[in-house]
């Protein structure tokens, strides 16, 4: 695949329903398509929205928010799935889309990924939480860290911090994945975090020799002033913002996106990917496995474990949410690799 077209879109959720930020989605999926893009990355858990209330206000009050966001909350299968299975087949669309995914009791920070036939490829959850997140999401575990074959090639994902665990990253490294899909919030923290978020996808980028797709979210004047009548919290809910796409030399392949809404929209030449390991493979020839390796467990941890198959069967209204055969097969890494899954 010697190109494609890519994007990823920074736009504001709705604050008040899942149905209008899916809407949002929809619409923006349409538009890129119509500008040729085959690739779409969406923000950190975009729809409904991005829990922005768990960083401004104490624990002691946001009971209500927290219940309201269960409520909007995504159930996988259901009915948003489907929604952005069909986008994604319409329009013959590689979708990575940020969720917050309800599990029954919990909450997670859930990334999905689709195949441009509306197969779901990916579903994982963010494995550790940042701080204020802490009270808000569960933890994921290693199942999700896998890098899937997709119509555009092989395409994995992290999301906002997990960029910081350089374990994290080496195993979808070691799975060789040509395009990388980050996912940010956005509207937060200031003009530091983007900053931060430039530096270190631009090193994710060069160390793995491959694409990465940054999408971050926006938030209105409307929309900061609905989340906190503070102006000292309000001020915590601007910047932040740095949508790109960046090359595997580390070099940005269109104008970021740091205010407002828009998309970053390039053309990803895979002949970049070997150009640049062929001076450092960081997987490859410019690894030691026999001096340094990673060991990830890729099981996917359940509170229950039986022999007799779903201990749930019984139930006619129970919905069991681990349904390995929507699934992609993941290629597992030659042995010789550095990192052993």
Not at 67 to 75: G, I, M, P, S, T
Not at 101 to 123: C, M, P, S, V
Request: proline letters at 7%; aromatic letters at 8%.
């Amino acid at each position: 695949m010697p190109s494609i077209r890519a994007a990823a879109i920074q736009i504001a959720p709705d604050l008040t329903s899942c149905e209008g930020t899916v809407d949002r989605v929809c619409k923006a999926i349409s538009d890129a398509a119509s500008r040729g893009v085959e690739m779409a990355v969406f923000p950190e858990t975009f729809i409904p929205y991005y829990p922005y209330f768990s960083f401004v206000e104490p624990p002691v009050l946001q009971g209500k928010e927290h219940l309201r966001l269960y409520e909007n909350a995504v159930e996988i299968p259901g009915w948003v799935p489907e929604v952005l299975s069909q986008q994604a087949l319409l329009h013959n669309m590689v979708l990575c889309v940020g969720v917050n995914e309800r599990d029954h009791g919990t909450l997670y920070n859930t990334q999905l990924i689709f195949d441009a036939d509306g197969t779901l490829a990916l579903k994982r959850r963010k494995i550790t939480p940042t701080y204020h997140e802490r009270m808000i999401w569960g933890q994921g575990d290693g199942s999700g860290l896998k890098v899937v074959n997709t119509r555009v090639g092989r395409v994995g994902a992290l999301a906002c911090w997990e960029h910081y665990n350089p374990l994290a990253r080496y195993a979808l490294m070691a799975q060789h994945e040509q395009i990388h899909c980050a996912q940010f919030p956005g509207s937060l923290v200031g003009p530091i975090f983007a900053d931060q978020m430039e530096h270190t996808i631009k090193h994710h980028a060069l160390e793995s020799g491959c694409f990465v797709i940054n999408a971050t979210g926006w938030l209105t004047d409307e929309q900061i002033a609905s989340v906190s009548t503070d102006p000292k919290m309000q001020k915590a809910l601007r910047g932040g913002c740095y949508t790109a796409i960046i090359s595997p030399e580390g070099v940005p392949l269109c104008d970021p996106i740091t205010q407002g809404e828009g998309m970053a929209i390039a053309d990803l030449d895979f002949a970049l990917i070997t150009k640049r390991k062929r001076m450092m493979d960081s997987v490859g020839h410019y690894s030691r496995p026999e001096l340094l390796s990673l060991n990830l467990d890729p099981t996917a941890h359940t509170p229950l474990n039986t022999n007799q198959g779903d201990p749930y069967a019984c139930s006619p209204d129970h919905h069991h949410h681990d349904d390995d055969s929507q699934f992609l097969p993941v290629d597992a890494p030659h042995p010789q690799t550095a990192a052993h899954v």
